[in-house]
């Protein structure tokens, strides 16, 4: 037992070692925080501009879901309405909680009804708060335990 605590107080950290092990870790964490961001960015736009278009001359109507697709911490339904006689096919962003044959309020553009929307998610988003803030949180409570762990591997 003496022996294992006199070897542990003998070890002592390559500091340079750990740099540059730091170095290669943080421009991997960018990189992915880039990429992340890019997509989010890209997205979060996507949904604004549609939300917008609607706006400009909203209609209000009912819509029936008629799939739900889910995966990677999305939950999107699709959904159908009349228009004039006409079928149009439209989904949600991503945080429908409902099932199939549900009865949806939604809104559409009255110059082109296939830009449609869910009603719950009419909101603009924000790129600091639905993009920035929720990836640099993630990647940072990543980057700190990969820290951690470093530095408490270099102790035992």
């Not at 002592?12 to 989010?40: N, Y």
């Not at 949806?104 to 708060?129: G, H, V, W």
Request: glycine letters at 4%; hydrophobic letters at 45%; charged letters at 20%.
């Amino acid at each position: 037992m003496n022996e294992r605590l006199s070897e542990r107080s003998n070890h002592k950290i390559d500091w340079e070692k750990f740099k540059k092990e730091f170095i290669a870790v943080s421009l991997i964490f960018s990189v992915f925080i880039v990429i992340c961001f890019s997509f989010s960015y890209l997205v979060v736009t996507k949904q604004n501009k549609i939300r917008e278009t609607v706006s400009e001359k909203p209609v209000i109507t009912t819509a029936k879901v008629i799939s739900i697709h889910s995966g990677k911490g999305v939950r999107a339904a699709q959904y159908e309405f009349i228009v004039n006689g006409e079928r149009i096919i439209g989904s949600t962003f991503n945080r429908y909680n409902g099932v199939v044959g549900d009865q949806i309020r939604i809104k559409y553009y009255l110059k082109n009804p296939s830009i449609s929307l869910y009603c719950k998610e009419d909101a603009m988003q924000s790129i600091y708060n639905d993009s920035i803030v929720p990836i640099l949180t993630v990647f940072g409570i990543m980057f700190l335990t990969y820290i951690l762990a470093i530095i408490i591997s270099k102790f035992i």
